[in-house]
């Protein structure tokens, strides 16, 4: 390989890299304005629970439910979004 062979190589890899940091974060922050969202969705979810306990309406239980998995999943999309800051900071896995 020639001189300007591997200067341009080196020159790509550099632009890759930066450019995997760059999506990287994009990817953490929308993780992380996901895990907001599902967040609110949980607290709704818990509201509407207790609107129904207090109204003795049915479906309790399974507004627990929605609240429960809501709160599973902004807990994994904050693991995720963690993962992907890693990622974009350069850090091995």
């Known amino acids: 390989m020639d001189r300007d062979a591997a200067q341009r190589a ?3 890899a550099e632009r890759v890299q930066q450019e995997t940091g760059e999506r990287a974060r994009r990817i953490s922050r929308v993780m992380r304005d996901t895990a907001a969202a599902l967040e609110k969705s949980a607290a ?11 109204t003795g309406q049915e479906g309790a239980a399974e507004e627990r439910q929605a609240a429960a998995r809501a709160r599973e999943a902004a807990r994994r999309a904050r693991s995720h979004a963690e993962e992907w800051r890693r990622v974009a900071d350069g850090e091995k896995p």
């Open 10 to 12: 080196v020159a790509t």
């Open 44 to 54: 709704l979810a818990e509201e509407h629970t207790q609107r129904r306990d207090r």
